[in-house]
């Protein structure tokens, strides 16, 4: 077993705002939740809140994440942000691809995108991305965009209702060798710090158009549930605000901002 090593993973920080200050704890309940709780006490902009287990793991639409020990990256970035809400769902595509290429770059595995924020290797999840964001009349007060990234996970850790559709790098790669969690978490801080700096500078078009590198699923057939209704179409592309384009059977372009898609 490797362990997760902060003064390692300060080590490799290259940047100067994401991963500057890092807290960590062995367990926590969740590491957005401490990332929640340290951002009332005044953590600074651009924290991240590492963990080596979470005991309640959150993630989207209400679901609880397994998040078991000396395995896996729970982490959290906390961001206080002067932007619009508006235009807080990038955050979430800035740390898609952060993961994708940090996964490409350290393992050579060919990561894929299932919009918004899924990371699969051969068609099976290895990574979630949950963005939060607490707003005071109308302002950002903080947004906190959760991730896990299953590392050396093996099979017998899922339970059966994912082991099919869930896996980890360590399985993908199909070797024995445990991936460096310490160098994987710097990494994804470091994109993490580059593309954020980029989306403050130009906007997100430098994200999207890495974005679009990784998005396996352009002219895909796809069931998507959008607050409690089911629209179908065909996959046409992510438009400049990260939302999903579908064209329905009435060729209309609809517009899809959040929601889980079914193929
Ligand atoms: C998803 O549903 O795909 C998103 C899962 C996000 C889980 C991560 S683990 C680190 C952070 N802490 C949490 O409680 N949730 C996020």
């Given amino acids: 077993m490797e362990f997760i090593d902060i003064f390692e993973i300060k080590k490799g920080i290259k940047g100067t705002f994401i991963g500057k200050n890092l807290y960590y704890e062995e367990k926590v309940d969740s590491t957005s939740n401490l990332a929640r709780d340290l951002a009332a006490k005044g953590a600074k902009n651009g924290s991240a809140v ?10 989207r639409n209400g679901k609880t994440w397994s998040s078991p020990c000396g395995c896996n990256i729970y982490m959290s970035i906390l961001l206080k942000p002067k932007f619009s809400p508006e235009i807080a769902q990038g955050m979430t595509l800035i740390a898609a691809v952060s993961v994708a290429d940090s996964i490409l770059e350290l393992t050579g595995l060919a990561p894929k995108i299932k919009w918004p924020n899924d990371i699969l290797i051969n068609s099976r999840k290895v990574s979630g991305i949950l963005t939060e964001m607490s707003t005071r009349n109308k302002l950002i007060d903080h947004i906190i965009v959760g991730i896990i990234l299953n590392v050396n996970a093996e099979r017998d850790s899922f339970g059966p209702e994912i082991r099919d559709i869930a896996s980890s790098l360590l399985i993908e790669s199909g070797k024995e060798e445990h991936i460096d969690r310490n160098r994987m978490i710097s ?5 993490f710090d580059r593309y954020y700096e980029m ?47 579908l064209k329905t059977a009435d060729n209309q372009l609809e517009r899809v901002v959040s929601g889980e898609i079914n193929f």
Avoid: H, W
């Avoid at 590492?50 to 993630?59: P, S, V, Y």
């Avoid at 990494?187 to 994109?191: D, E, F, M, R």
């Avoid at 069931?223 to 605000?241: F, R, Y």
């Fill in 50 to 59: 590492i963990a080596d287990c979470q005991e309640k793991g959150r993630g």
């Fill in 187 to 191: 990494s994804i801080l470091n994109k």
């Fill in 199 to 245: 989306f403050l500078s130009t906007g997100l078009s430098p994200v999207l158009e890495q974005y679009q590198k990784y998005f396996g699923m352009m002219g895909k057939e796809i069931e998507i549930k959008v607050n409690g209704k089911t629209v179908k179409g065909i996959i046409a592309g992510i438009d400049p605000m990260g939302a999903l384009l």
